[in-house]
């Protein structure tokens, strides 16, 4: 029996991950879940957004199912952590409660597929794309400063040895998966320096791998292409910036972000969540799609070994889109997301 530390979140976080929780207990898998709280909850309880109580459940299982969790906009909002490490407690300050998750926990690649599923409205029909984004580097790194009143500056990085990892990591799973087309994501015609280190040596990395082809392209005309004929494409490599923005894009190929998922690895952790944020418009009403974080809980199946429960599942869920009687709002339906969910679990059990 596995256990997996379970993130509700904030917005929509709790309904999705209890929709996800539920039907991965009742898809047989021998997984169960410990609940701890981080976000505006664990703010107004706990007097910060994530609590050690976080880290230590995730240092325990290594694994995580994680609801999207609210970052405000500007200011100086920054997440003060503390960690056990050894006898002592490391204390660091981040700016997001999803940067201090993957910066703490060396989750230094963001898997995200893209694929559309019969019966969701979308304008294409065949894609079948994954995304592989770096994690740690870029512009994530949180170093902006105010250079007099009317200016502001950030850094971004990018190293060889950042780049040659996540770059290795796509490839083994690329070769797992039976993929066969890379594409690196850049910009190295105006960042000769960061993107163009990015895009030599994931060239260097990837050149010599049986069986993969390997091509780039610069990340607006990749934009523009993929909104043509996403079809064309295969596997992505991107830094962090790129990946946050055309993840989102390629959600809206596939029907939007109420249905696409994501993991985070590292070397010892892993950590599923959906792309979509916390929607905090629609929270609290019922009318979330869980679809995207019961994915994620799908990837969380497949990477601990249950492939006959994460195939249960993905057939269950297919069987409910391929109906149509039992889908969100998002998707042209009108069920709520406690329905939705009960009508997955339901074919679970038949
Ligand atoms: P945050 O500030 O946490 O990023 P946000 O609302 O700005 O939240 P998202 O949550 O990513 O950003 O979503 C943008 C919009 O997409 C939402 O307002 C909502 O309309 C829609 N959306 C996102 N996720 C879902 C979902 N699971 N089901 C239905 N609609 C969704």
Avoid: W
């Avoid at 998750?101 to 690649?109: A, H, I, T």
């Avoid at 019969?118 to 902006?144: C, K, M, Q, W």
């Avoid at 418009?281 to 969380?300: E, K, R």
């Amino acid at each position: 029996m596995r256990t997996v530390t379970l993130i509700p979140g904030d917005g929509i976080g709790p309904e999705v991950t209890a929709a996800a929780q539920a039907v991965v207990l009742a898809s047989g898998a021998a997984v169960s879940f410990e609940e701890v709280i981080a976000g505006q909850r664990a703010e107004r309880e706990h007097g910060t957004p994530l609590p050690k109580a976080v880290f230590d459940s995730i240092d325990r299982t290594r694994l995580a199912l994680k609801g999207p969790t609210q970052t405000p906009f500007g200011g100086d909002y920054r997440v003060n952590i503390e960690r056990a490490d050894g006898p002592r407690v490391a204390k660091r300050t981040h700016p997001s409660i999803a940067i201090a998750l993957r910066k703490e926990l060396g989750l230094f690649v963001n898997v995200r597929p893209v694929k559309k599923y019969p019966g969701v409205a979308s304008r294409f029909e065949h894609v079948d794309l994954v995304i592989f984004r770096e994690n740690s580097e870029d512009l994530y790194t949180g170093i902006e400063r105010m250079v007099d009143e009317g200016t502001a500056e950030a850094i971004k990085i990018i190293s060889a040895r950042g780049t040659e990892r996540v770059t290795r990591y796509a490839l083994d799973s690329m070769q797992r998966l039976g993929r066969r087309r890379i594409t690196i994501v850049h910009k190295a015609n105006v960042l000769k320096m960061t993107d163009g280190l990015f895009l030599r040596t994931a060239q260097e990395v990837a050149k010599d791998r049986p069986g993969i082809t390997v091509d780039q392209r610069v990340v607006d005309a990749l934009c523009m292409e993929l909104v043509m004929r996403p079809e064309d494409y295969d596997c992505l490599l991107l830094p962090n910036l790129y990946g946050d923005i055309v993840s989102d894009l390629a959600a809206g190929l596939i029907g939007g972000l109420g249905v696409a998922p994501g993991a985070n690895f590292g070397p010892e952790h892993a950590m599923f969540e959906a792309v979509h944020g916390s929607a905090p418009g629609i929270a609290g009403q019922d009318a979330a799609n869980p679809m995207a974080m019961i994915l994620s809980a799908v990837m969380l199946l497949r990477h601990i070994g249950e492939a006959g429960a994460a195939d249960r599942i993905e057939g269950a869920l297919a069987q409910v889109l391929r109906e149509g009687r039992a889908i969100t709002s998002d998707l042209g339906g009108s069920a709520g997301t406690r329905a939705m969910t009960a009508a997955i679990v339901e074919k679970l059990k038949t």
